[in-house]
C-alpha cells in the first residue's frame, strides 16, 4: 500500500478544513475556528491502486510565527493544497505567500539536485467560496494566473454546496504525487545504478593496472 502525504495550507476564514473534510466525508461542516493542528487519515483507491491517505491541516491563526508554521508541513508533504476565499483578498495575497514559501524551501532542500522535477512538488491552488461570487474579491483569472506563475493547478469550489469538484481536484493530485514519487525513485535508482558502476569500474580498473 502506497502512503500519500498532503498538506492543506491557508489563512483562516478561508474554509480549508471544510474543503478537506468535504472530500474525506462527503459533508459540509461549515466554518469552524480551530486553534489545534490536525492529522487526517484515509485509505481510498485510485486506478486501482490502494493507497493510505494522511492529510496535516495546521492551525490558520495569523502571528509574527506565521512563516514558522509552514515550515513541519512543507518538510513532511508530498503534496499541497492551498486554499483562499473569493470573497477575501487578503486570504488571496496570504495564499501567493505560502505558494512561495513552498517554492523557496524546496529549493533550499534540493540543492544540489540537477533535475527542476525535485522542486516542483504538486500543489493545487484552490479558491473556495464560489457561492459567494456575488461578493467576489478575487476573479478566476487572477487565481488561474498565480497558479500558472507557480506551476501549479487551480480550481474555484464551494465547499458548501459541491462535492464533485473537490472530489475531482484531490484525485488529479493524489496522481500528481504518485507519478512525482515514482520520478524520484526512479531517479534515485538510477543515480545509485551509477555509483555502482562508477565504484565497480575503478576497482576492476585498478586490478588491470596491476597486472
Known sequence: MNDIKLALLGS???GKSAVLVRFLTR????????NTNSLYHKRLSIDGRQLNLEVFDPCSEQSSEARCILEEPVDWADGFVVVYNISDRSSFIRAKNILLQIREARVDNCKGSEAAHDVEVPVCLVGNKQDLCHIRQVCEDEGRCLAQENHCNF???SAAESYQDIGNLFTQLIRQVMEHLKYRADRRRYSGSKSMAKLINNV????RKSV
Open 12 to 14: 483562516e476564514g478561508a
Open 155 to 157: 480550481q474555484e469550489v
Open 204 to 207: 576492476f580498473g585498478k586490478r
Open 27 to 34: 459533508r459540509f461542516i461549515g466554518e469552524y475556528a480551530s
